[in-house]
């Protein structure tokens, strides 16, 4: 069994699609060991606890330090000894001892197809409102290892959504949601449970 943390900073519907899946089979040989949230009242710790997953929080408020919340997110994340990290909707930057501890082990989803709409300040409903200020037809969801850089690291999976008219940031947040990211994470999540990952030429693909 795959052992699985996941970090999350909010409502957490990535987090549900990801016990659903487990629950429906969709997700084979994961165990989901734990739910990591910055912010304690984090409605997917309330998904984590419904659950039967054990909830932690590491809120940067309780350390006088940066380097200090640092350390004792990793610490949290350690003490689960997994083998994959998920962030599913975590809004905190994470440490490189961390993202270098867990070299291709940690994946992402982000809300928009990298390289288009990602970096510093796109995260959240601002990557929704700069696609529609661009006016771009196409959006969709990514899922990529996490390496040092701001959603910068190897692309696992893409899925491509449609951009209709009247759309509104907060409408085509969830069609996102709906049509890519919750269906693109858990299969990412599958797939490096079951060895259904294959590296071509430094690209990553996921077999069917
Ligand atoms: C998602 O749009 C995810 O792509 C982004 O943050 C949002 C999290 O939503 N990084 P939720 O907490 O999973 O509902």
Not at 77 to 87: A, G, M
């Amino acid at each position: 069994m795959l052992k699985v943390v996941v970090l999350v900073s909010g409502g957490g519907t990535n987090l549900q699609a990801i016990i659903d899946a487990v629950k429906s089979e969709q997700i084979r040989n994961v165990e989901l060991s734990a739910v990591i949230s910055n912010k304690k009242d984090a409605y997917a710790l309330t998904r984590a606890s419904e659950n039967g997953i054990p909830g932690v929080c590491v809120s940067r408020k309780a350390y006088e330090t940066r380097e200090a919340f640092e350390e004792a997110l990793l610490q949290a994340v350690d003490s689960f000894t997994p083998d994959l990290i998920v962030l599913a909707g975590f809004l905190v930057i994470l440490p490189a001892k961390m993202t270098e501890k867990y070299s291709h082990r940690i994946i992402n989803i982000h809300p928009s197809l990298i390289p288009s709409f990602c970096g510093d300040g796109f995260y959240g409903l601002h990557v929704h409102e700069k696609v529609l200020a661009r006016g771009v037809k196409v959006t969709g969801a990514t899922v990529h290892f996490v390496d040092s850089g701001t959603d910068t690291g190897p692309i696992l999976l893409q899925k491509a959504v449609s951009i209709k008219p009247g759309d509104t940031p907060e409408v085509l947040q969830r069609r996102v949601m709906e049509e890519a990211e919750w269906i693109i994470l858990p299969k990412a999540i599958d797939a490096i449970a079951n060895g259904k990952v294959k590296e071509v030429d430094g690209s990553f693909f996921v077999e069917d």
